[in-house]
């Protein structure tokens, strides 16, 4: 049954910087709102929708003629030109929210990175253009090992994760994890082991998705020709996530649970709810205590299981406090850490959001279902 928004929520415990519990110190992130972290607060916080925009080459035959692309990408100065040229969207997202998260070009406070920073990023099947042409040319060409290879380095899954590593010299485990939509609670959980385990003393957690003609044919054949082809975006989310205890920088939020399933019942909403009261009950937070929940909105029927499970589980000004992913587009696998951004610009502009608990939950079509819970703690970036 739905929680009554009549119940008042119960004073939050008290926080303790003296644990081991993973703490979010800094995020970035690239999206149709713009290139920097202020953009995408400002976007945010407007509740404004990303202006869909035209793919830039007219001679790809498309399913939709617009997208919520990010703007600038193809500056071949973004980067460095030895860079820009050499890579394809996604790595320059994912390079670009490195380069915002660990270079302050306001001078403040950076985070300190070495042997002991790791690196974990989320993505569906990394770059779809660039693997199509590999595949294309080995099967139309002459010989089937007459391709280009100057694209090979971009179709493996984990080129971004690796090129970002680096560019800023991340020697910590580095690993990239396929999950769709999930992809961003996937790596969040992965990077809770690695600080667990004290494989790494800090972690760059994010995932990415790119926007391509083949991933947009892709999405269509999902969803099916004859049903209107969704709108796409595309976008990339970074985190720093650090143990309590030795933080760098003043906590934003506190990792109190990730939790994961797999649909096989061909029932997303039990499995949403499922996974929901799993994250709730580890993070010892009650139902009616989450001041706000994110879900992945996506326009499929999962997506629609995904807000109806927590409709039912948790009160309903919890699902109104922070803007629809919607507003972004379809972003893929860029969605879980990218309403996790969402989240946390929301909530450092409500003051009443400290020492509350978040819910941030994603469900893909592959039967995938994650859910986070945090613990907002309120400090500036």
Known sequence: MPASPALTAPAPPPWSADTDTPVITRWSAVSAHGLTRQDFVDGVRSGRAAVPAEPADPQRSLPRTDACLVPGLDDPDLLGRKFTYTLDRLAVMVLLATDRLLVDPDGGPVPHTDDRTGLVMGTT??????????????????????????????????????????????????????????????????????????????????????????HAWLEQAVTGFDEPAPLLGEGCGLLLVEPARSAQLPPLAAVLSVTTRVDVDDDPRAAVASCVRQALERAGVAPEEVWAAVPSAAPSPEGAAEEAALADLLPADALSRVPSMALLGDVGAASATLQIATLLAVAEAAPESVGRAALVSAVDRDGGVACAVLRLLGAAS
């Open 125 to 214: 099947m990394g770059g779809k253009d660039g693997m199509a042409e590999i595949v294309r040319g080995s099967l139309t060409n002459a010989r089937p090992f007459y391709v280009d290879v100057s694209r090979i380095p971009g179709c493996v899954m984990n080129h971004p994760a690796g090129a970002s590593a680096i560019r800023h010299g991340l020697r910590g485990p580095n690993s990239t994890v396929g999950g769709g939509r999930v992809s961003g609670l996937l790596a969040l959980g992965y990077a809770r082991r690695l600080l667990d385990q004290g494989r790494a003393d800090s972690c760059l957690v994010g995932s990415a998705e790119e926007f391509a003609p083949t």
